[in-house]
């Protein structure tokens, strides 16, 4: 008997940390590799990723929507263990509501949280959350997160949360934060933090911020208080913004705070042994390339110089006289005159004509190529550790992750 229960002990967890790296294909996992290689040393050394590696996953959705997946199809496979769908939030094709991960967790005792960098209704949190025939739905998505009776939900998105609705989730117990300052103000269940207007800025222009890693390590600080164990997803969310957006440096920088926050977690694992993470991507974004234009080349040092998002570089650019010393100085190297006069050209044409000229002339440096503003339908990795993490290993498809996680809660009383 002792044996038995040992090895339920061991399989079955009692905490699971579910993250996902909105658009993180395995050409960013690759790249960041390399970003993040110390050149003074003859090897390369190994990421959180490489150390975590476990399998890969398939991501198509729902025959009507094809191949290529969007964010809302992908998390509703991974919460609910069914495809839908692009644009589908817990709902199948017939739009009959899911039964998602945190609801099968609630019903069973667990406490459940999301902690993301995007605003909290946005497609991914959202498909863990709630239910609604499509993604857009912004205002009804965080309206009816008052009946999901999550214990954090962390974030940006306080322009769909009315004054209405935050009295509504305080009288029902919520404390309501917006600055991060305030977090440590928070000691207990249950918190809803809106820490910015739409989504959480980004980490390339914050880059001592660690919005990301901080706001996890609350979640599990408070989560980790319920006796019977908690379901938390983590998002890395602006990964798959700056894909969007063809923007390596930025995404370079998104994806470290990611890489951080797992190491986050790894650690909480490491100290509570009957905790299971499972990190995957839902999809691969912008058609990523590490090396380019027929030449046998990447170079992310080139990333390191670059001290702001093309977006902020091109918003104090067009503001300034000046301008090309400022360009200069915040990609850290001189475009030539050529590119100058392509600079000169798209600042005209205002902000984002500028920060997409910038964006390209990074490319040409690092020689970083891209295919894509959308979504490709290459498999995702899987990457796990804690009890239970064996059963990720080799190919699956997203939805089996979901019914995977499923067979390790706790059963049903
Ligand atoms: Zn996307």
Redesign the pocket.
């Given at each position: 008997m002792a044996q038995k229960s040992a090895n339920i002990s061991q399989s079955q967890p009692r905490n699971i940390i579910i993250m996902v790296g909105?658009?993180m294909g395995p050409a960013y996992t690759s790249a960041y590799r390399y970003y993040k290689n110390n050149p003074e040393t003859e090897e390369v050394e190994q990421t959180v990723f490489d150390r975590l590696l476990v399998g890969m996953a398939s991501t198509y959705p729902a025959k009507e929507s094809g191949y290529v997946t969007?964010?809302a199809a992908s998390a509703t496979a991974l919460s609910t263990g069914v495809k839908s769908y692009n644009g589908a939030i817990s709902v199948d094709v017939n739009k009959r509501k899911l039964t998602t991960l945190l609801e099968k967790a609630k019903s069973a005792g667990l406490a459940t949280g999301v902690a993301v960098s995007s605003q909290v209704n946005h497609a991914t949190p959202a498909a863990f959350l709630s239910h609604n025939e499509s993604r857009k739905n912004y205002v009804e998505i965080a309206q009816s997160y008052l009946n999901t009776d999550a214990d954090v939900i962390l974030g940006g998105g306080q322009r769909y949360f009315s004054p209405e609705l935050i009295s509504q989730f305080t009288a029902k117990g919520y404390q309501h934060i917006t600055e991060f300052e305030q977090l440590d103000s928070v000691t207990t269940p249950k918190v809803l933090g809106l820490f910015a207007d739409v989504q959480l800025p980004w980490v390339i222009d914050n880059p001592d911020a660690k919005h990301l890693s901080t706001l996890t390590k609350k979640a599990l600080s408070l989560l980790n208080q319920n006796p019977n164990g908690f379901v938390l997803l983590v998002e890395g969310s602006l990964i798959?913004?700056a894909?969007?957006s063809n923007d390596i440096a930025t995404a370079m920088a998104e994806l470290d705070e990611f890489a951080h926050t797992i190491e986050v977690v790894e650690q909480f694992v490491r100290q509570h042994k009957d905790t299971l993470m499972v990190v995957t991507a839902d999809?691969n974004?912008g058609g990523l390339s590490v090396g380019a234009n027929d030449e046998y080349a990447w170079n992310p040092e080139v990333l390191h110089r670059v001290k702001a998002s093309p977006e902020a570089i091109a918003a104090q650019a067009i503001a300034s006289e000046e301008w090309q010393k400022i360009v200069t100085d915040l990609l850290g190297f001189e475009p030539n005159i050529q590119q100058f006069s392509q600079l000169t050209n798209a600042r005209m044409q205002g902000n984002k004509t500028l920060a997409i000229a910038l964006r390209k002339i990074i490319d040409t440096y690092s020689n970083t190529g891209w295919t894509t503003l959308?979504?490709t339908g290459e498999d995702v990795q899987v990457f796990a550790t804690g009890p239970g993490a064996k059963l990720f290993s080799g190919h699956q498809d997203n939805t089996d992750i979901a019914n995977k996680i499923f067979s390790l809660l706790p059963k049903n009383q």
């Open positions: 909105d658009g969007d964010s798959d913004w894909g969007h999809h974004t959308g979504h």
